[in-house]
């Protein structure tokens, strides 16, 4: 009875093991995908409003799944025509190849971005990149093989709002986010991953929400929809 029992946690435990690698595409090389970005949440924005640059870039990792070469090897990274809306050269820029280097397991793709026209005053354009099989790597996950970069230069709700500062600013809102920008004296860092790298990390943006709350608690402001922005319990 006893060894059935074993035997019944073991078989659970292997099909739990295969339901988490389902995604993990078969084979024997290398495979490369984008760790921080999935179906679903496969988008980074950027807006020239919020940085007031000409010119900036974007980083996006590339990881290793399998054993590292031993040689310098090229990624497969393509722009997918079809999907994308910006215009190289206007919006946009990218090196001819990415290399991952010789024992590296990861390699960080900078995407060099323009405000070079007024498409993007009143849209949201799109470059759509996607990785491809390579003679050194394949493509580990499918659903981790796409990043849409979107560059614009409207004011954007970052993408982590509901994630983390909901907690210190409450609802978003476009008028809000405005207001968060005159106190603080500049935008929200473009990533959640750079909030922790930010001077004064967490602890920073817990005492702007109380400031930008206590603005909202003495006065009668309403959003861009016509609807009262109401004070919220700031952490």
Known sequence: ?????????????????????????????????????????????????????????????????GQSLEHRAPIGLVVDK????????????????????????????PVYLIQGGTDIDDDILTLALRLVP???????????SRVYVRVTNQLVKPSYWEDLLVIYFGEYSQVKHEKCIEVMGHDFPLTQDEVASFPGSYSYFMIQGRTVCYYYATHDVKDENGKKIEVWDPF
């Open 134 to 144: 390579t003679d050194d790597f394949d493509v580990a996950y499918e659903d981790k």
């Open 82 to 109: 079809d999907e994308t809306t910006a215009r190289e050269g206007v919006y946009y820029e990218m090196d001819e190849t990415y290399w991952l280097e010789p024992g590296s397991g990861e390699v960080k793709i």
């Open 1 to 65: 009875m006893i060894r059935n029992i074993v035997w019944m946690c073991l078989f659970a435990v292997s099909c739990i093991g295969c339901q988490e690698n389902d995604r993990l595409v078969y084979t024997t090389k290398p495979s490369v995908f984008f760790p921080d970005y999935t179906a679903g949440k496969d988008s980074v924005t950027y807006s020239f409003r919020m940085t007031k640059e000409d010119r900036d870039t974007v980083y996006l990792t590339v990881k290793l799944v």
